[in-house]
């Protein structure tokens, strides 16, 4: 549905000069810098999929989906979108696509949110019986009926992102870019904007990619996660894939009926076996394991764990993905 092939893209800027009169000078300059913001990517998205988009800022995200939408030419490389090509065949593209930047608002600011989503209708040539239906549905998903008369400037952050969600969506597109759609928002907020991201994907099967820095909206929503670093594609693959990648260690928090005899206690503090590393608490019947899951499973790590004493609880915890992130960045 989505095919990226060695898609680049470079900006020319003016190379900074120091020195009284910089700005002037810079303006006159012939030197330009060359800045690699874009650099040899390639992913294909497949119908349905919900993917995210991730890396720290300046990675080149925006500049991809910005090259994904039509705003932006690729310096080299090429895009398809259901085999049409977002710059040569922009209109065609533009009714498959939703595009949502969290940090600007496609709805006029003076106009009443229900205005600006008739001009939105008018210009992609949705007739009056098709926007009313659209509309009474996308209200009732994402409760816009109590704010639909504000003008998009009196509206709070949440107001004005749902109803950008709504002028997203009001052509019915497959596919759905996001940039930061909960960016700014409280937790109910964001927990509404979740929700209703996973139930247009689950039930309508719309196509998203997701941008955003919130590892709660990546973890929680995206079956697949790409990540991008100084332009280039550093992982394609599952949450999953990506924790088996940086290795970061499953912590098993075993209590035992009874305390673990001082014996063994010992053994334990010093002991590093087979991908576990035991450690033991100010509880005399707990014992934290931290295992390696690509070296031992949890069953096999259980089962060595048995030897201390019969166990009364076991508590899995995986590693933080928001640590994970970290480490890949
Ligand atoms: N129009 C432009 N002219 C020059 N450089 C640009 C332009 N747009 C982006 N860049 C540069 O390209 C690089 C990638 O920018 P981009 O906005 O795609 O990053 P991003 O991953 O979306 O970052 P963030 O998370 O901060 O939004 C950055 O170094 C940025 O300064």
């Given at each position: 549905?989505?095919?990226?092939q060695?898609?680049?893209?470079?900006?020319?800027?003016?190379a900074?000069?120091?020195g009284?009169f910089?700005?002037?000078?810079?303006?006159?300059?012939?030197?330009v810098?060359?800045?690699?913001?874009?650099?040899?990517?390639?992913?294909?998205?497949?119908?349905?999929?919900?993917?995210?988009?991730?890396?720290?800022?300046?990675?080149?995200?925006?500049t991809?989906?910005?090259?994904?939408?039509?705003?932006?030419?690729?310096?080299?490389?090429?895009?398809?979108?259901d085999?049409?090509?977002?710059?040569?065949?922009?209109?065609?593209?533009?009714?498959?696509?939703?595009?949502?930047?969290g940090?600007?608002?496609?709805?006029?600011?003076?106009?009443?949110?229900?205005?600006?989503?008739?001009i939105?209708a008018?210009?992609?040539?949705i007739?009056?019986?098709?926007?009313?239906?659209r509309?009474?549905?996308?209200?009732?998903?994402?409760?816009l009926?109590?704010?639909?008369?504000?003008?998009?400037?009196?509206?709070?952050?949440?107001?004005?992102?749902?109803?950008d969600?709504a002028a997203?969506?009001?052509h019915?597109?497959?596919i759905?870019?996001l940039d930061e759609?909960?960016?700014?928002?409280?937790?109910?907020?964001?927990?509404?904007?979740?929700?209703?991201?996973?139930?247009?994907?689950?039930?309508l099967?719309?196509?998203?990619?997701?941008?955003?820095?919130?590892?709660?909206?990546?973890?929680?929503?995206?079956?697949?996660?790409i990540?991008?670093?100084?332009?280039?594609?550093?992982?394609?693959?599952?949450?999953?894939?990506l924790?088996?990648?940086?290795?970061?260690?499953?912590?098993?928090?075993?209590?035992?009926?009874?305390?673990?005899?001082?014996?063994a206690?010992?053994?334990?503090?010093?002991?590093?076996?087979?991908?576990?590393?035991?450690?033991?608490?100010?509880?005399?019947?707990?014992l934290?394991?931290?295992?390696?899951?690509e070296?031992?499973?949890?069953?096999?790590?259980?089962?060595?764990l048995?030897?201390?004493g019969?166990?009364?609880d076991?508590h899995?915890?995986?590693?933080?993905?928001?640590?994970?992130v970290?480490?890949?960045?």
């Open positions: 549905m989505i095919q990226v060695h898609l680049s893209k470079q900006f020319r800027t003016a900074a000069k120091e009284a910089k700005g002037v000078r810079m303006l006159f300059s012939r030197d810098r060359i800045k690699h913001a874009v650099a040899d990517i390639n992913f294909n998205i497949e119908p349905g999929e919900f993917v995210g988009y991730i890396g720290p800022n300046g990675a080149g995200k925006s991809t989906i910005k090259m994904l939408s039509g705003i932006l030419h690729p310096t080299s490389g090429r895009v398809t979108i085999g049409l090509s977002p710059h040569h065949d922009r209109r065609r593209v533009a009714r498959k696509l939703g595009v949502l930047f940090q600007r608002t496609q709805l006029w600011w003076d106009l009443p949110v229900r205005d600006s989503f008739d939105l008018a210009m992609y040539g007739d009056a019986g098709m926007m009313k239906r509309l009474s549905q996308l209200s009732e998903l994402l409760e009926e109590p704010f639909m008369d504000t003008p998009a400037r009196k509206l709070s952050l949440g107001q004005r992102m749902r109803s969600l997203a969506l009001l019915d597109p497959a759905l870019f759609p909960t960016i700014g928002l409280d937790v109910t907020a964001k927990r509404s904007i979740r929700h209703f991201l996973k139930s247009i994907n689950q039930h099967g719309k196509t998203v990619l997701l941008t955003t820095h919130d590892m709660d909206d990546i973890e929680q929503l995206c079956g697949r996660v990540v991008i670093n100084d332009g280039k594609l550093g992982f394609d693959g599952s949450i999953d894939d924790r088996r990648r940086i290795g970061l260690p499953t912590l098993i928090r075993i209590t035992y009926k009874l305390p673990i005899a001082d014996s206690k010992h053994a334990i503090t010093r002991s590093e076996f087979n991908g576990l590393q035991l450690s033991c608490g100010e509880d005399e019947r707990v934290t394991a931290a295992c390696n899951r070296q031992l499973s949890a069953m096999d790590a259980l089962r060595m048995e030897q201390y019969e166990i009364e076991v899995m915890e995986e590693p933080d993905f928001e640590e994970i970290h480490r890949i960045y």
